[in-house]
């Protein structure tokens, strides 16, 4: 059964790819192929939706850490600490209906919380002789919370619905769009929870309602995870084009290396097509890319990372097969590609068969 769960987001998703009409960036890409196809009299072969499926989190239990229980009974400290009301009223609080199935997030600011009443607790106490034993036990809780820190904030990222939908692969690319796109506001958010993580134990986590608030600013935004999409789709589209002009003999087609009429079609191509549409619209993923793949690589090293989540991060940016990194290869080929097939023909800028828009 949970194998055909996984199935349905792929089956919906190929269902609106045929369905309705494919997004700008699709159809510009697409037109771009076309026309690059048939002047080459090549064939090339359309971006495959179900290529999307490594770019999402695999399943929540191979992602969530074990955390030993706490074997000193929290609640036996309550008449203990008559002195330390901050501290009872955080014992208090986790052993409330609430408190016993509160999400990871605000488990991971509990804890920060907790640790800050047992220092103030154990700073209090450290004057009274008779409560030694009552200090070795706040001291005993608060090396375990610490040590168990790494994997509760790691919990409370892999089972936030906010933070797996940003990070997974959405069914529409970035938009088409003559002005610059920006999602700073959800990458700083995911740069402020990687240093969360970076930062702890020294630094103990934020309180619930910071916490709360960049994992709602994850979910507010949907360019993460069309960001995803975009690179995917260019990345195949590219990939495809340089492999027709790569199969393309410059002897055939401007056989005097000179410019031919069908080179000069092609150069048409090159100028209002790919200069003219695609161009831009890679840029605006090179704008949003680098600081989202430079945050990505910052949360993977985090320390205590667990091997699926490490793995699910690493296939989007970090390592050089992963998405990010096969895109600016396909950008660079590509650019190579063309360079080579127009430098034959004399067609390049600074050629004497090279015709811009401005020159008619």
């Given at each position: 059964m949970s194998a055909l769960l996984r199935l349905i987001p792929f089956a919906l998703l190929l269902a609106l790819y045929g369905c309705q009409r494919p997004p700008e960036a699709q159809r510009q890409m697409d037109n771009y192929l076309d026309r690059v196809g048939r002047v080459l009299q090549q064939d090339w072969q359309s971006f495959q939706p179900e290529t999307l499926a490594p770019y999402r989190f695999g399943p929540r239990r191979e992602r969530v850490l074990s955390i030993a229980p706490l074997r000193i009974g929290l609640l036996d400290l309550i008449v203990d600490t008559n002195d330390c009301r901050e501290l009872q009223q955080r014992i208090s609080e986790r052993n409330t209906v609430l408190g016993k199935v509160m999400p990871w997030s605000h488990r991971l600011a509990y804890d920060g919380e907790l640790l800050r009443a047992l220092q103030q607790c154990t700073t209090l106490l450290a004057k009274q002789d008779d409560k030694e034993a009552l200090r070795e036990q706040l001291a005993a809780i608060a090396a375990s919370k610490t040590n168990s820190l790494p994997a509760t904030y790691w919990n409370a990222l892999n089972t936030s619905e906010e933070f797996e939908q940003y990070l997974r692969f959405a069914d529409q690319p970035l938009p088409v769009s003559a002005n610059p796109l920006t999602d700073q506001t959800a990458i700083d958010a995911l740069s402020d929870l990687a240093r969360v993580g970076a930062n702890l134990p020294h630094a103990l986590p934020p309180d619930r309602t910071t916490l709360d608030a960049l994992f709602r600013t994850l979910q507010r935004s949907q360019q993460g995870s069309q960001l995803i999409t975009s690179l995917a789709q260019t990345t195949h589209g590219l990939q495809q084009a340089t492999q027709m002009l790569q199969a393309t003999e410059a002897r055939l087609l401007?056989?005097?290396?000179?410019?031919?009429?069908?080179?000069?079609?092609?150069?048409?191509?090159?100028?209002?097509?790919?200069?003219?549409?695609?161009?831009?619209?890679?840029?605006?993923?090179?704008?949003?890319?680098?600081?989202?793949?430079?945050?990505?690589?910052?949360?993977?090293?985090?320390?205590?990372?667990?091997?699926?989540?490490?793995?699910?991060?690493?296939?989007?940016?970090?390592?050089?097969?992963?998405?990010?990194?096969?895109?600016?290869?396909?950008?660079?080929?590509?650019?190579?590609?063309?360079?080579?097939?127009?430098?034959?023909?004399?067609?390049?800028p600074g050629q004497s068969g090279w015709q811009g828009p401005a020159d008619g």
């Open positions: 401007c056989p005097l290396q000179a410019p031919s009429a069908r080179s000069k079609i092609l150069l048409n191509v090159f100028v209002l097509f790919y200069a003219g549409e695609i161009q831009p619209y890679l840029a605006q993923l090179q704008r949003r890319g680098q600081p989202w793949a430079a945050t990505i690589a910052e949360l993977r090293a985090v320390p205590g990372i667990p091997p699926a989540t490490a793995e699910a991060l690493e296939r989007l940016a970090v390592t050089e097969s992963s998405l990010w990194a096969r895109y600016q290869a396909a950008v660079a080929e590509h650019t190579q590609a063309w360079q080579d097939l127009l430098g034959a023909c004399q067609s390049q």
